[in-house]
T-cell receptor, first 111, second 112 residues
Framework: GQQVMQIPQYQHVQEGEDFTTYCNSS?????IQWYKQRPGGHPVFLIQ?????EVKKQKRLTFQFGEAKKNSSLHITATQTTDVGTYFC???????????FGTGTQLKVEL | DGGITQSPKYLFRKEGQNVTLSCEQN?????MYWYRQDPGQGLRLIYY???????QKGDIAEGYSVSREKKESFPLTVTSAQKNPTAFYLC???????????FGQGTRLTVV
């Protein structure tokens, strides 16, 4: 079945440093979504990418979808303590299929 | 307010007992999902439903059962056959499959 892996599993950064998490799917995706889960909370939708090579930005966050639609990345510029949480990618395979979530990257930001 | 509601937030059960987790949404979404999250791990799909009166097994359906008799409701039963039921359970819904998913607050189930 479809598998979605993320690296790294954990990342500790100093406030102000950049952060990147990478997502890789075993199969070609119809779309990729990104979610953020704060400690003790539930996942909250950030963005969806659909097109091959697509790049979207939300303030300090930059999302990319690979040309082959099998990988994606989330980059945060100048991290802040409010960025703390676990970031998940979720891949859709099209045809009305389910979303498969990645393993997640837990981000900790230290002052 | 529109949203997705899970209850209860915390649930304790004795080993060998079945337990049903509630999930209700008033977003008029067709698709609903149940995920299981273990500490430090990702979300694993238990069951999903694309439309009323229809549901499919996810990746870890063994020991679980669901029903989708109403569009708004997608209850999950954790049966005694589930070998390791203690976990955080998340319900989600979306307008259609593969679109933005809205999650409930989750139910933390502890089986002793």
């Amino acid at each position: 079945g479809q598998q979605v892996m993320q690296i790294p599993q954990y990342q500790h950064v100093q406030e102000g440093e950049d952060f990147t998490t990478y997502c890789n799917s075993s199969t070609t995706l119809s779309n990729i979504q990104w979610y953020k889960q704060r400690p003790g909370g539930h996942p909250v939708f950030l963005i969806q990418l659909v097109k091959s090579g697509e790049v979207k930005k939300q303030k300090r966050l930059t999302f990319q979808f690979g040309e082959a639609k099998k990988n994606s990345s989330l980059h945060i510029t100048a991290t802040q303590t409010t960025d703390v949480g676990t970031y998940f990618c979720a891949g859709g395979a099209g045809g009305g299929n389910k979303l498969t979530f990645g393993t997640g990257t837990q981000l900790k930001v230290e002052l | 307010d529109g949203g997705i509601t899970q209850s209860p937030k915390y649930l304790f059960r004795k080993e060998g007992q079945n337990v049903t987790l509630s999930c209700e949404q008033n977003l008029n979404h067709d698709a609903m999902y149940w995920y299981r999250q273990d500490p430090g791990q990702g979300l694993r799909l238990i069951y999903y439903s694309q439309i009323v009166n229809d549901f499919q097994k996810g990746d870890i359906a063994e020991g679980y059962s669901v029903s989708r008799e109403k569009k708004e409701s997608f209850p999950l039963t954790v049966t005694s056959a589930q070998k390791n039921p203690t976990a955080f359970y998340l319900c989600a819904s979306s307008i259609t499959p593969n679109t933005e998913a809205f999650f409930g607050q989750g139910t933390r189930l502890t089986v002793v």
